[in-house]
């Protein structure tokens, strides 16, 4: 890649890092990460190379209390710019060497060059290199602690029965407050997810669900004591949770994220025992676009992803007649394997493996350019 190349590159991204707010500022190949609380800002330089471009601080790393939160605040903040904002590159490799305590580190991210190969890279890691890590873009998007505002340790494993028989392993408790928050660069938004609260969600909920063109595939229309019953009905089942979508904190959208082994779809599939799945319905008509929807699409099979890293596939199946959504789906994707019939509808059942949302990086909208919406449907 070369420094021409490079110079294409200009935008902003707002990370969270651990819970703190950055916004990073890049200009072709320079790039500048500012926390939003007033401390001291870094700058940082992509530099082209071979085997693959070389990221490096300005002024180094350093030592002491500074080279930490360089390495664990704002190169992660960097980070997830130049990923987000050049979707076209696999790996970078980091011109200063990390202390052995970073969080990049410690979780795996930052691998010694030489080790791995990004797939999807033409030019593969070498002992060659100059640089002593590499950090690779599927890897990096599996780290937990950039998106996730309610970051938990997967569960140990204890097999239970549900009331109907089936057995799978116990599910984790609930969550609450925001569970996942992304800065969408192509909105200038932050598309997030929040535990739904039954008594300050349900009268949204319930206009939601009366809107004709949910009502159509939902077919849950009802008063407010109806939708109250439903929604708490969810919330006493431990192997689903109700989620609102928003953006920049505007509520737009339902879901509904269950576990698979236990869900009505399980006989229709080998299910294993961390598979997900989801419903969702948009309910604002305004936030229905094909640009919101190539943000809230892969922003919850991240989530998915994220939440427990033994979670290897997502199912979902919606109405065969909703052909938006099964178009949608399967850009976002998800592979339709086929006609399923539930006792209230046909469907079809498509899913999406890990390793494919990561390796291909479906967070990003496929189109001739790196936020080319054109081809991407209307949901």
């Not at 935008?11 to 916004?23: D, F, K, T, V």
């Not at 071979?50 to 002491?64: D, F, I, K, M, T």
């Not at 969600?201 to 849950?220: I, S």
Request: hydrophobic share 40%; net charge neutral.
């Amino acid at each position: 890649m070369s420094i021409a190349s490079l110079a294409q590159v200009a935008g902003r991204l707002l990370s969270h890092i651990a819970g703190q707010p950055c916004e990073t500022v890049i200009h072709g190949n320079h790039l500048t990460v500012k926390p939003l609380d007033g401390s001291s800002a870094s700058t940082w330089m992509l530099e082209a190379g071979a085997p693959l471009p070389s990221l490096q601080a300005r002024h180094g790393l350093g030592v002491g209390q500074g080279a930490a939160v360089l390495a664990d605040l704002h190169l992660p903040a960097a980070l997830e710019a130049l990923f987000a904002l050049r979707p076209e590159l696999p790996a970078v490799a980091l011109g200063d060497v990390l202390p052995t305590s970073a969080a990049l580190v410690r979780s795996g991210i930052a691998l010694p060059t030489g080790t791995t190969t990004p797939v999807g890279s033409t030019h593969p890691a070498t002992a060659a290199a100059t640089a002593p890590s590499t950090i690779s873009r599927e890897l990096f998007w599996q780290w937990d602690r950039l998106w996730l505002a309610d970051r938990r340790e997967p569960a140990p494993i204890q097999h239970v029965f549900s009331k109907d028989g089936r057995r799978h392993p116990r599910r984790p408790a609930k969550p609450t407050g925001t569970v996942y928050r992304r800065h969408i660069p192509w909105l200038d938004k932050t598309f997030s997810l929040r535990a739904l609260d039954v008594d300050r969600d349900l009268a949204t909920v319930n206009r939601w669900m009366n809107e004709p063109a949910v009502a159509h595939f939902w077919q849950e229309t009802g008063d407010l004591e109806h939708h109250r019953r439903y929604l708490s009905g969810i919330a006493a089942d431990p192997h689903t949770i109700s989620l609102i979508g928003s953006f920049d904190d505007q509520p737009f959208s339902y879901f509904e994220a269950y576990w698979a082994k236990e869900d009505r779809i399980a006989p229709f599939y080998d299910a294993a025992d961390h598979d997900r799945g989801w419903h969702v319905l948009v309910g604002e008509p305004a936030l229905r676009g094909r640009e919101f929807l190539t943000a809230w699409m892969p922003g919850i099979s991240h989530y998915l992803f994220l939440d427990d890293c033994r979670t290897q596939r997502l199912v979902i199946e919606p109405r065969i007649d909703n052909r938006r959504m099964v178009h949608s789906l399967n850009r976002c994707g998800y592979a339709s394997l086929k006609e399923i019939q539930f006792p209230h509808k046909r469907a079809v059942l498509g899913l999406l493996m890990r390793e494919r949302f990561f390796d291909d990086a479906l967070w990003i909208p496929r189109g001739d350019g790196p936020f080319d919406l054109s081809a991407v449907p209307q949901s």
